[in-house]
């Protein structure tokens, strides 16, 4: 499939580029006028999240007001964990919050898992045929989930939290039934992404938010093995791995079958060009608080981003866009990267 922007997929196939892609992390959200108003016209988050309808707009909404290069279908990670049976919500101020989180061992094995999640992600399904549909030849479509040990964490601590350390105990105290929460959390990813495929996402990324928890040790035993059978058994689509804060496992990470790398910004683009090669696909990182800066340091921070990591670099933000961010500003930093030639 070709699309009238195909950018985002040139930059994959290694064709020349006469500028990098952009899009945003977490664009589709409450920095958008038509998403404040969508999001008050239901009764919550997961109202939303089931609507297909109110998602197609979500996801299309960003394509039309900042001018980004790809859509990302508007969703959450927390699909999963309530597809296999771990129930959430979305409190406001508060964030996720979980009603029966794992508080025993005995829970993981009663889980849906693999397959069996199919049926409850049906509405993530639908949205992915009707949001292609209203989105038509433009642009190319992000499908999302989290990582495992993501997933994990917020199944197991039952809500958001600094420090996440009832999750990293669980590590700790029952490393075989650790395994096994993430080896069923993989077996559902590797459904649940290959059927978002089948449906009409062009390109994967895996969201490892809490990655930044763990020793290197610990990603390398409890991590990467299932987040490399994920991307080993996806069909051949571009696929991003952002393991946010996990510089110090970069060196592991030779050989995945990731085609891009997102990294957060406080992560030297260098030092990731220095450990995978100049071929990298890199995608990032521009500090989210760059965003509040005036609109002529954003546009040359920008350039000098660009100048700085050369081809190969998908340009986002280091993390998602922080919802107070003032949209035109982050308008400033999409022109400046369209405008920009190598
Ligand atoms: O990128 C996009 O535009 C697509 C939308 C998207 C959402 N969640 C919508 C959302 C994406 C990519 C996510 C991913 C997600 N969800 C992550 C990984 C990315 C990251 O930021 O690290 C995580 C950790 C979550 C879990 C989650 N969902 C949290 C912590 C929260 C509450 C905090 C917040 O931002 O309000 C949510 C709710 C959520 N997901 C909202 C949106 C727009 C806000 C809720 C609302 O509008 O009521």
């Given at each position: 499939?070709?699309?009238?922007?195909?950018?985002?997929?040139?930059?994959?196939?290694?064709?020349?580029?006469?500028?990098?892609?952009?899009?945003?992390?977490?664009?589709?959200?409450?920095?958008?006028?038509?998403?404040?108003?969508?999001?008050?016209?239901?009764?919550?988050?997961?109202?939303?999240?089931?609507?297909?309808?109110?998602?197609?707009?979500?996801?299309?909404?960003?394509?039309?007001?900042?001018?980004?290069?790809?859509?990302?279908?508007?969703?959450?990670?927390?699909?999963?964990?309530?597809?296999m049976g771990v129930d959430y919500d979305i409190i406001e101020k508060?964030?996720?919050?979980?009603?029966?989180?794992?508080?025993?061992?005995?829970?993981?094995?009663?889980?849906?898992?693999?397959?069996?999640?199919?049926?409850?992600?049906?509405?993530?399904?639908?949205?992915?045929?009707?949001?292609?549909?209203?989105?038509?030849?433009?642009?190319?479509?992000?499908?999302?989930?989290?990582?495992?040990w993501t997933l994990f964490a917020y199944m197991i601590e039952g809500s958001?939290?600094?420090?996440?350390?009832?999750?990293?105990?669980?590590?700790?105290?029952?490393?075989?039934?650790?395994?096994?929460?993430?080896?069923?959390?993989?077996?559902?990813?590797?459904?649940?992404?290959?059927?978002?495929?089948?449906?009409?996402?062009?390109?994967?990324?895996?969201?490892?938010?809490?990655?930044?928890?763990?020793?290197?040790?610990?990603?390398?035993?409890?991590?990467?093995?299932?987040?490399?059978?994920?991307?080993?058994?996806?069909?051949?689509?571009?696929?991003?791995?952002?393991?946010?804060?996990?510089?110090?496992?970069?060196?592991?990470?030779?050989?995945?079958?990731?085609?891009?790398?997102?990294?957060?910004?406080?992560?030297?683009?260098?030092?990731?060009?220095?450990?995978?090669?100049?071929?990298?696909?890199?995608?990032?990182?521009?500090?989210?608080?760059?965003?509040?800066?005036?609109?002529?340091?954003?546009?040359?921070?920008?350039?000098?981003?660009?100048?700085?990591?050369?081809?190969?670099?998908?340009?986002?933000?280091?993390?998602?866009?922080?919802?107070?961010?003032?949209?035109?500003?982050?308008?400033?930093?999409?022109?400046?990267?369209?405008?920009?030639?190598?």
């Open positions: 499939m070709t699309y009238h922007n195909n950018i985002l997929l040139d930059v994959f196939s290694g064709d020349e580029i006469s500028r990098p892609p952009v899009w945003i992390m977490r664009q589709a959200g409450r920095i958008l006028p038509g998403y404040k108003r969508i999001r008050s016209a239901v009764s919550g988050f997961k109202e939303l999240v089931k609507s297909p309808d109110l998602i197609a707009e979500a996801t299309v909404e960003p394509l039309e007001v900042l001018g980004v290069d790809a859509a990302i279908l508007f969703s959450d990670i927390l699909v999963i964990p309530e597809a508060t964030g996720p919050v979980f009603d029966n989180p794992i508080r025993s061992v005995g829970q993981i094995d009663h889980l849906r898992k693999g397959e069996e999640v199919l049926p409850k992600l049906d509405y993530v399904f639908q949205s992915i045929e009707v949001t292609r549909e209203v989105i038509a030849h433009r642009n190319p479509l992000i499908g999302f989930a989290g990582a495992p958001g939290s600094k420090t996440f350390s009832r999750a990293r105990k669980f590590l700790y105290e029952e490393p075989d039934a650790a395994h096994r929460l993430m080896d069923a959390i993989t077996e559902s990813l590797i459904a649940y992404l290959k059927e978002k495929i089948n449906r009409g996402c062009d390109v994967i990324q895996l969201f490892d938010s809490w990655a930044e928890m763990l020793t290197e040790a610990q990603y390398k035993q409890f991590c990467i093995p299932y987040i490399s059978r994920i991307f080993e058994e996806l069909p051949e689509v571009p696929k991003i791995f952002f393991p946010k804060g996990a510089w110090s496992s970069i060196s592991h990470f030779k050989g995945m079958a990731f085609d891009a790398l997102s990294i957060d910004w406080k992560t030297p683009v260098t030092y990731v060009r220095e450990q995978l090669g100049a071929n990298q696909i890199i995608q990032g990182n521009i500090d989210p608080a760059l965003l509040y800066a005036r609109p002529m340091e954003i546009e040359s921070a920008v350039h000098e981003h660009i100048r700085l990591t050369g081809r190969n670099l998908i340009v986002n933000l280091g993390h998602g866009v922080y919802p107070n961010t003032n949209r035109e500003h982050v308008k400033v930093l999409v022109d400046a990267v369209k405008e920009y030639r190598y």
